[in-house]
């Protein structure tokens, strides 16, 4: 089971209103390469993967749950103050219609959330492999809102996050040479 | 609609040594799942687990439970239900 604890893994603060920056964090929160889909991904994984990586798998998607709660903080905080003038000037109209402020599964051009968005072949190295590219996207992604953001708070959460997408990814070439590993010893013996 | 709560200094303060010190436990904690004979990490691991307590303590009896299900002791009236959660602050 998981327990819930009262804090975020790392500040989030922001400057000001700004649902603009928020209709483009969106993609991190319901995109494809979002925080839901790499919990869910490397949660959904675990079962069928190797003992020797299960530990790994169950880690890194408890965390993204940690960043899916930054990021909804961001979404949260930069509009909760927005008119719905606000809102449609940022691109947010079709949101405000369908959900007024709430939070939304969905990308940044508005597509629900899908199962599609993720893969479970049961393949221990297919579906590592497909890990690694999942937490390099997501880095891609976090560059490129940062890139196009100009909220220094925000600014710092996300590159909080960049980082541990980077680290993830290492983690997980670590995970496909232990299983490489494991099987040329059994070849061997 | 609910607002933005304004804690004392000693909130983010406290609060930021705990992200801090469990920011160690969580990179250790992955590295260790692919490095699980590495003594000196694990000695790390134990020593910023002690401190992380050690901080949760001072930081729930100013400001109620971190964690519920009864990973934190409760005060009384029930607290846990308590603003502010961590998106309002
Ligand atoms: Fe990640």
């Known amino acids: ?189 | 609609m609910t607002q933005q709560k304004q804690m004392p200094d000693s909130y983010y303060q406290l609060l930021e040594q705990i992200q801090a010190v469990d920011f160690v436990l969580v990179e250790l904690t992955l590295y260790l799942d692919t490095h699980p004979d590495d003594l000196d990490a694990i000695k790390q691991f134990n020593q910023a687990a002690y401190e992380s307590r050690q901080l949760k303590n001072t930081f729930e009896k100013q400001f109620g439970p971190l964690m519920q299900f009864g990973q934190s002791f409760s005060n009384y009236p029930w607290d846990w239900k308590e603003a502010p959660w961590p998106w309002q602050v």
């Open chain 1, 1 to 189: 089971m998981w327990y819930y604890e009262k804090k975020l893994q790392y500040p989030v603060k922001v400057s000001e209103c700004n649902p603009r920056l928020a209709k483009y964090l969106i993609e991190q929160y319901g995109g494809a390469d979002g925080e839901l889909s790499a919990a869910l991904r490397y949660l959904n994984q675990r079962y069928t993967i190797p003992d020797k990586v299960v530990g790994l798998l169950n880690d890194i998607g408890t965390e993204e749950f940690a960043h899916l709660e930054m990021i909804a903080t961001m979404i949260y905080k930069l509009t909760k103050d927005a008119t719905p003038e606000q809102l449609v000037e940022a691109g947010l109209g079709p949101h405000f219609v369908n959900h007024d402020h709430a939070l939304y599964y969905q990308n940044a051009a508005g597509s629900p959330w899908t199962a599609t968005y993720i893969q479970a072949k049961g393949d221990p190295i297919a579906d590592l492999y497909e890990d690694i590219a999942a937490e390099e996207k997501a880095r891609a992604t976090y560059q490129w809102i940062i890139d196009i953001s100009d909220d220094p708070w925000i600014n710092d959460s996300l590159k909080f996050l960049r980082e541990r997408e980077i680290v993830h990814s290492q983690r997980f070439h670590e995970a496909v040479e232990i299983l490489k590993e494991e099987r040329d010893r059994k070849k061997v013996f």
